[in-house]
């Protein structure tokens, strides 16, 4: 029962976030075109990290879009998962830098149009303290793992990976989330969980001390990365120099110095029908917390 409970929790978060969407169907289709050469464009970014440190990040990145489109480019996030995909629903972004689960919701209920994606794929490591005994997931069972907030899409491809390996959340295996990945981690250092569930690409940004203190039990198979798209209301023209530039960085003192910043090994172009292996994954998630809801 506490199994269903936990699940009917977080199957009312899924399906809240979609109903933001649904329930304004037309809120992006009635906006006019956007001027971009006199007000710019708003560069919507879901916050995957403080706004310190997205800020310091993004600072670039927004500079070398703005030459590359020739208009002003404005950066907009949120401090929550939930707040982004609020805003992604007023139609307040003409791009957006998001993950994949919310790009399929922006493309599904808006049309964003995906320009490109990053180059590494996406996989969640189940992390442990290098001391711990257990190693593989199933030896996870009876315990606490820790996740990122709720709608990140580690969250929704760890719960996925514990669904098939028979690992029902409340049951087999206690789950908590955390409101960042450092407070994850933090969690695990205290004792508090006993395993952790992250990107990868967490690991290329500890330092090595820490690094040493940890130890990789599984890994999720890979999916398509983080996605800039734009609003259909943006030009073919400027959504081809966007693609453009973004392209262009590894070709470029300045480009090449906003990828180590920002931890990223490099774009590539992307494709809408990328996504449909995990549109169709989408799908089946939430009919089955509806179904273990109902249950």
Partial sequence: MRGRARLARTAAIVLAAVMVLALQPNAGAEDPPSPARENGYVFGVFPYLPPLTLDHVFAPIIASLETGVGAPVHLRSTTTFSGFVEELGKGHYDLIFAHPFFYILAADHYGYVPLVRLATPLTAVFLTRHDDPADSMLALKGRVLGLPPELSAVSEVAQRELAAA????????????????????????????????????VLKQLPADHIATLKVIHETAPIPNVVIAAHPRLSEADRTKLIQTVLAWPDTAEGRQILADAGWEGFVATDDHDYDELRRWGVATVQNRRQSAAE
Avoid: E
């Fill in 166 to 201: 028979g690992l029902t959340p409340g049951v087999q295996i206690q789950l908590r989330h955390h409101q960042s990945k450092s407070s994850c981690l933090h969690a695990l250092a205290l004792g508090t969980a006993d395993a952790c569930a992250l990107p990868r690409f």
